[in-house]
């Protein structure tokens, strides 16, 4: 007897698509309505339905340099135990090594954060798709460098990665009206750009 039935299909896109992210957004794990996984951050069929967060708080954008960052889902299963999970990582790089950079990531670096990537990557109505990652558990920290590069040309700057632990794979968040997030259903304060 199966635990599950598949109840799609999928054939060739016809459409060719774009790699990347064009922008990272930091949410504090914290600030979403508790529990997060039901309240907080609401995921129906792989999508996010609604976004809430308590009142004075927003989401941090980050704008990403063309070719650098990436978003991640691995899959991790095992045969043996009959378990499989998704570990989400996001790598980010920031140009230019700045004291304001040093404090901003050592204030990421000491907190838990949910992340959305605005990718390269569009809908047929031509709006950006957006990743949500670490909806339940968070992301975290964990990895990362700063670097002065040696030759003129090499890279001056950050290195950061974040990654998480979930049991589900990393949701696709509703279409967007006009700019990012302005479902009527989302209740959160700003998006912080600088």
Same mark, same amino acid.
């Given at each position: 007897? $199966?635990?599950? !039935?598949?109840? *799609?299909g999928?054939g060739?896109?016809?459409?060719r698509?774009?790699g990347g992210? *064009?922008f +990272?957004y930091f949410?504090?794990?914290d ?9 907080g951050?609401?995921e =129906?069929s792989?999508?996010? %339905?609604d976004?809430?967060?308590?009142a004075? &708080?927003g989401?941090?954008?980050y704008?990403m340099?063309m070719g650098v960052?990436?978003v @991640?889902? /691995? +899959?991790v299963g095992?045969?043996?135990n009959g @378990?499989?999970y998704?570990?989400?990582t996001?790598q980010?790089l920031?140009?230019?090594? /700045? *004291?304001?950079?040093q404090n ?5 670096? $000491?907190t838990k954060?949910?992340?959305?990537a605005?990718?390269n990557?569009?809908?047929a !109505?031509?709006h950006d798709?957006?990743i949500c990652?670490?909806?339940v !558990?968070?992301? #975290?920290?964990n990895?990362? /460098?700063m670097d002065t590069?040696? =030759?003129w040309?090499? *890279?001056?700057?950050y290195?950061l &990665?974040?990654d998480g632990? #979930?049991t589900?794979?990393f ?11 302005d479902?009527g $259903?989302? &209740?959160?304060g %700003?998006?912080v750009t600088?």
């Amino acid at each position: 007897m $199966a635990c599950t !039935n598949l109840t *799609k299909g999928r054939g060739l896109d016809c459409n060719r698509i774009s790699g990347g992210v *064009k922008f +990272i957004y930091f949410g504090v794990y914290d600030q979403f309505t508790a529990p997060i996984e039901t309240v907080g951050i609401v995921e =129906a069929s792989g999508e996010v %339905t609604d976004i809430e967060m308590g009142a004075g &708080t927003g989401l941090y954008r980050y704008a990403m340099p063309m070719g650098v960052a990436s978003v @991640t889902d /691995t +899959i991790v299963g095992s045969r043996e135990n009959g @378990t499989i999970y998704y570990t989400p990582t996001a790598q980010v790089l920031f140009n230019r090594l /700045t *004291k304001e950079d040093q404090n901003q990531i050592k204030l990421l670096g $000491a907190t838990k954060v949910v992340i959305f990537a605005q990718l390269n990557q569009q809908l047929a !109505n031509g709006h950006d798709v957006i990743i949500c990652l670490g909806r339940v !558990n968070g992301m #975290e920290l964990n990895a990362g /460098t700063m670097d002065t590069g040696a =030759a003129w040309g090499d *890279k001056n700057g950050y290195t950061l &990665t974040f990654d998480g632990m #979930e049991t589900e794979p990393f949701p696709m968040v509703a279409d967007y009206t006009t700019v990012p997030f302005d479902n009527g $259903a989302f &209740t959160m304060g %700003t998006i912080v750009t600088s």
